[in-house]
């Protein structure tokens, strides 16, 4: 086998890792509404469901270093898979309020795991062979939330039972796992890395600050988009029930499309004018859309985040690779701790006023993550992606 098809076979592997994760998350969150009426949650009841995901997540950073060096990124990731799907149908049969918290707890360590896990494959992957295609693979989890709110769209058309569509996503999820299994790389970043990673704690440097930092303002962004669309639409906006999960479709939409196209942006511009154009677009254009208000200008500002945040985790991720395992492990847990804890903050927001207030916290965030990477170095848009692999560790 070739060396081009060995990459593709290992490409496609790790994309179903992101595809899965995306699909997972996406086929809970779009039935937020559902679960609402189901336990009878008023919003801010519902942000400390979400919550308890975001503390799995939180918690799970220790216990992710220590499994990554113990197992490796490759069990590692299919182990939380399965974890994952177990937690969907979990939260289908869940009778009560506290026991969905105790779901959501455990899928969000699970989510730790697992996005730690399949960033660090990626990135093993850009440094084995030589090529850029971290956006590409952040595509696939785009893509996986993408296919999620479609098929959430779809199933609540014929029926509100959410156990039914749940039952349907986990199908989707283990053949995902079938997928993954496949063709996942064997080796991870430098093994004595990992291991000093897992067996001690020092204090990281300021470039893992900034890049952690911006990593939860831009991941409180995407998860927003998620988390809070649809109940967005139909409290603020009006929208039709069955337009509910179109603004998680909107957003991924866009997201996918860019991250297609987004290694060939870094190349030509440098990873840090691709963060910095795109976190501004993402706060103006939801900005503009929350002060017009209705169905159409939210979809539309719904949309320039998709296109705006697209590039701006996988930069992350590539950044925090080029440092080294340990901050990779920490800059991605802070991404979960961000995707999960920052959309319950918002929903206490929205309990003490209303959710515009609340996707304006989001406007802020946006901009919060463009101002976090100003004091980071990055190679520049010259650089090629062996040159950018190679590269030594920038700083701050």
């Known amino acids: 086998m070739s060396r081009m098809s060995e990459f593709r076979r290992s490409q496609l592997s790790i994309a179903a890792l992101f595809c899965f994760l995306g699909f997972q998350y996406s086929s ?12 009878d949650l008023n919003a801010g009841e519902v942000g400390v469901l ?15 270093a220590k499994l990554i060096a113990v197992l490796g990124s490759r069990r590692l990731a299919i182990g939380s898979a399965l974890v994952l799907v177990a937690a969907l149908a979990g939260l289908a049969a869940a009778p009560n309020y506290p026991a969905a918290l105790a779901v959501l707890l455990v899928d969000g360590v699970a989510v730790g795991c697992l996005n730690v896990a399949m960033n660090a494959q990626g990135a093993a992957l850009e440094a084995a062979y030589q090529r850029n295609t971290m956006a590409k693979l952040h595509a696939l989890f785009s893509g996986g939330i993408f296919a999620a709110a479609l098929l959430a ?18 199908g989707v999820l283990l053949l995902l796992v079938v997928v993954a299994r496949s063709a996942l790389l064997e080796a991870d970043l430098p093994a004595a ?15 893992t600050i900034w890049l952690g930092l911006a990593m939860v303002f831009a991941t409180i ?3 927003a988009m998620t988390d809070w669309t649809a109940l967005y639409l139909k409290e603020i906006a009006h929208a039709a029930e069955h337009l509910l999960p179109l603004g998680i479709a909107v957003t991924s939409a866009m997201m996918v499309t860019a991250r297609l196209f987004a290694d060939g942006w870094r190349e030509r511009w440098g990873d840090k004018r691709v963060v910095l154009a795109g976190g501004t677009l993402a706060g103006v254009g939801l900005a503009i859309a929350l002060l017009a208000g209705g169905v159409v200008p939210a979809l539309v500002g719904f949309a320039c985040v998709g296109l705006g945040m697209a590039a701006v985790t996988p930069c992350l991720y590539v950044a925090a ?9 920490l800059v991605a847990a802070m991404g979960t701790t961000g995707l999960l804890v920052g959309p319950p903050a918002i929903g206490f927001i929205a309990e003490g006023s209303n959710l515009t207030w609340g996707m304006s916290a989001v406007v802020v965030t ?7 990477v100003v ?22």
């Open 193 to 207: 890395e990992k291991e000093a990673a897992g067996r001690r704690w020092a204090r990281p440097a300021a470039v």
């Open 28 to 39: 809970w969150a779009a039935r937020i509404p559902a679960l609402t009426d189901r336990l």
């Open 321 to 329: 690779a080029r440092e080294g395992s340990a901050t990779l492990t």
């Open 375 to 396: 004091p980071v170095r990055w190679p520049g848009p010259a650089a090629a992606p062996e040159t950018a692999v190679a590269a030594d560790h920038s700083g701050v």
């Open 221 to 223: 962004t995407e998860g």
């Open 50 to 64: 979400l919550l308890a995901a975001g503390i799995g997540a939180t918690v799970s950073f220790p216990l992710v």
């Open 366 to 372: 946006a901009w919060l993550a463009v101002l976090s």
């Open 153 to 170: 769209s779809g199933v609540t058309a014929l029926s509100d039972a959410v156990p039914l569509h749940f039952t349907i996503a986990g």
